[in-house]
């Protein structure tokens, strides 16, 4: 198994430009999640997904948009870049139901917007 | 929503000595705390975890407590060695959350000097 899988690794964007960063998984987890980490403030999660074709809004949605057409993929879209936007992505997956909270994380997309 | 502060954000010990991690939540309805630990470059990975049901969970060198009156848990490491040396993360979550999504602190960084 590999995994969580995040590309690229390291990006760098023009204000105003969009993009996807991907991530797939093959443990056949039912959750995947994307997270965005800045300096003291630890993880904040973005978008979620329960299973295919249902997303749901997290902390700090605004700017990014998701879809979750098969289970193993969960891309985040940045439509139109912005430096505030500057950051190390993580997008993470796990089983479902009670005994299922254990986090699985990819190694990261550290985003530089210009 | 829930409110995880964790203290204090950098740590330096000796080689040998213990370390010690706090964090305080403000949502009575969490009951699911893990602890998890990111290596440079790499993403956070689940080291220990405990449940509202238990006070205390020790795994080799790793301990976590849980005081859930105050609403506080505490990571600690004894024995430290230079492979500890890393950011160390605390979460919280309600274990019915439908989605499992964790809210985590900001963050400790742990040095331990040979």
């Known amino acids: 198994n590999a995994g969580v899988t995040q590309t690229p690794k390291f990006q760098v964007l023009k204000t105003g430009q969009s993009m996807t960063l991907q991530c797939a998984q093959d443990?056949?987890?039912?959750?995947m999640s994307w997270y965005r980490q800045d300096p003291g403030m630890g993880l904040r999660l973005i978008h979620y997904?329960?299973?295919?074709?249902?997303?749901d809004q997290g902390e700090v949605p605004n700017g990014y948009n998701v879809s979750r057409s098969t289970t193993e993929d969960f891309p985040l879209r940045l439509l139109s870049a912005a430096p505030s936007q500057t950051s190390v992505y993580f997008c993470?997956?796990?089983?479902?139901?009670?005994?299922?909270?254990?986090?699985?994380f990819g190694a990261g997309t550290r985003l530089s917007v210009l | 929503g829930e409110n995880v502060e964790q203290h204090p954000s950098t740590l330096s010990v000796q080689e040998g000595d213990s370390a010690v991690i706090k964090c305080t939540y403000s949502?009575?309805?969490?009951?699911?705390f893990p602890w998890y630990k990111q290596e440079l470059g790499k993403g956070p990975q689940l080291i220990i975890d405990?449940?509202?049901?238990?006070g205390e969970k020790k795994d080799q060198r790793i301990a976590v407590t849980l005081n859930k009156t105050a609403k506080h848990f505490s990571l600690h490491i004894t024995e430290t060695q230079p492979e500890d040396s890393a950011v160390y993360f605390c979460?919280?979550?309600?274990?019915?959350?439908?989605?499992?999504?964790?809210?985590f602190g900001g963050g400790t960084r742990l040095m331990v000097k040979p």
């Open positions: 993470a997956s796990s089983y479902s139901g009670q005994a299922a909270n254990i986090q699985y």
């Open positions: 949502d009575s309805a969490s009951n699911y």
């Open positions: 997904s329960v299973g295919a074709g249902i997303t």
């Open positions: 443990m056949n987890h039912e959750y």
């Open positions: 405990i449940r509202s049901n238990v």
């Open positions: 979460a919280a979550s309600p274990l019915n959350n439908a989605g499992n999504m964790l809210t």
